[in-house]
């Protein structure tokens, strides 16, 4: 029998559940639901959901700690089985590999990434210009022949085209149905993934004993989608581009690794891999702005108030036929409060991507096993009211300085990218197109 002696305190466990029902009983969100237990069992609480045992981390203090805490750095890979299936079986990718090859992939995409103009002002302007141009002709098309339009997903195209164009090259046109199916079914697993109710991570042996029931046969289905259009896209490059004499993406910079070290069994650079990244980086970067681009949207049409004020400003700054470019940023102080603002409220992943324990280790008083998931929830610290006295209003103006510069140092206490060695590696792509797609919508 386990002693639970000197773990972290929370609700009393029941047999099998354990503390399922109390948390789907505070609300369906787990992350309002976790804030809402931690004010009885305290910022730092010992949860168990089904079969798994976690850490949930409730204040900002706890959860910046445990953000940068050198063994809480792994992700949950082997304990998930549709992580597992995900990844082949194997340490693959960016999101959920753990160790030396996370790193060195890590270190490696970073730096490609930014090669190609990842986060560069001249290159990014150019590519978000153009992704725009397009979006905004989709849009009035849509609109003249529907009347509407549906705004969940949006942006999902667009964004993606952004990057994609960076990572593989490719351009894809609005009406494309083969990306805007993969799209779908990206989107999809995600929204069937509730980590701490799906009965992958939960209960484990139910996913694969009901494989139709507990939605594995479906999520098995997508996640095989996505990889052969990674593969695919992989051999294309293979067989149509001049990667070995004149790179072009990320990706023909990845086999050009693949092919220097084939000799080496040891090597991260793997067709495996590169699937893994592909699938990553696609599934990462699309859904995220995109979600945030819609909330954004959205309390920018429900605050007309705000939306006047950013107009007004950008037409101050922007000539009449001009284009709006990143370097006219520093000059638009109060449009960059309210994408602040926005970033702020929409949070649309409080939990990152699961983390494990590597080691047994003590967080402040607390026991916590090797094993441990660790939930850091990042929702809490965007909604403290220590740091912003009035977190539910929206309210662009808390960001700016009496001399109307932007108060870095309130910014800097946001967590929307998570934190540490783990945090996320498209932070400044992101803040950089959201600023920009918002600015020309
Ligand atoms: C508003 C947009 C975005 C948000 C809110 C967001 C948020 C996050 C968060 C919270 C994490 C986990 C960090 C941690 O564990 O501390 C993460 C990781 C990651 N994100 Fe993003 N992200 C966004 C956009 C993107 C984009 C556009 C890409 C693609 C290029 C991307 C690629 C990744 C990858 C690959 C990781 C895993 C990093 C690692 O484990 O080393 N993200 N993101």
């Known amino acids: 029998k386990r002693s639970y002696k000197n773990y972290p305190p929370g609700p009393p466990r029941m047999p099998i559940l354990g503390n399922i029902l109390q948390i789907a009983s505070q609300s369906s969100f787990p992350s309002v639901a976790f804030l809402n237990l931690s004010k009885k069992y305290g910022d730092v609480m010992f949860l168990k959901m089904g079969m798994v045992e976690a850490v949930t981390f409730n204040s900002p203090d706890s959860v910046h700690e445990i953000l940068h805490h050198e063994k809480a750095i792994d992700r949950t890979r082997t304990m998930l089985p549709l992580i597992q299936a995900r990844m082949y079986g194997k340490n693959l990718g960016l999101i959920f590999s753990s160790g030396e090859s996370w790193q060195k992939l890590r270190h490696f995409t970073i730096r490609t990434l930014k090669d190609f103009g990842f986060g560069k002002a001249a290159s990014m302007d150019v590519v978000v210009l153009e992704e725009m141009d397009k979006f905004v002709g989709y849009l009035e098309t849509k609109m003249q022949r529907d009347g509407v339009v549906e705004v969940d997903g949006l942006f999902n195209l667009t964004l993606v085209n952004m990057l994609w164009r960076l990572v593989t090259g490719i351009n894809y046109s609005m009406?494309?149905?083969?990306?805007?199916?993969?799209?779908?079914?990206?989107?999809?697993?995600?929204?069937?993934?509730?980590?701490s109710f799906d009965a992958s991570a939960t209960f484990p042996f139910l996913w694969h004993l009901f494989p139709s029931w507990s939605g594995k046969n479906l999520q098995m289905m997508n996640i095989t989608a996505l990889q052969e259009y990674c593969r695919e896209t992989l051999e294309y490059h293979r067989r149509n581009c001049d990667y070995k004499n004149h790179p072009e993406s990320y990706v023909d910079v990845f086999l050009q690794k693949i092919d220097e070290t084939r000799k080496n069994p040891e090597s991260e650079f793997t067709d495996d891999q590169l699937v893994l990244c592909l699938l990553d980086l696609f599934q990462a970067g699309a859904e995220t702005s995109s979600q945030t681009l819609s909330f954004s949207m959205l309390y920018m049409l429900i605050h007309q108030d705000i939306q006047g004020k950013v107009q007004k400003e950008i037409d101050e700054v922007v000539g009449k036929g001009e284009v709006i470019t990143l370097d006219m940023k520093s000059r638009l102080p109060y449009t960059q409060a309210a994408v602040l603002e926005c970033l702020r409220k929409s949070m649309v992943a409080p939990f990152p991507a699961a983390r494990q324990a590597t080691d047994d280790f003590y967080f402040r008083d607390y026991f916590i096993k090797k094993g441990t998931i660790i939930m850091p929830n990042l929702e809490c610290v965007h909604l403290d009211r220590g740091i912003w006295g009035d977190p539910h209003n929206f309210r662009p103006e808390r960001f700016l300085n009496k001399d109307m510069s932007i108060d870095t140092k309130?910014?800097?206490?946001?967590?929307l990218f998570g934190g540490g060695k783990r945090v996320?590696?498209?932070?400044?792509?992101?803040e950089t197109t959201i600023f920009l797609v918002l600015q020309i919508s």
């Not at 996320?424 to 992101?430: D, V």
Request: net charge positive.
């Open 424 to 430: 996320c590696l498209a932070q400044s792509l992101a």
């Open 175 to 195: 009406n494309d149905k083969k990306i805007q199916k993969l799209l779908k079914l990206s989107n999809d697993m995600i929204k069937n993934t509730k980590f």
């Open 410 to 415: 309130l910014a800097g206490k946001m967590l």
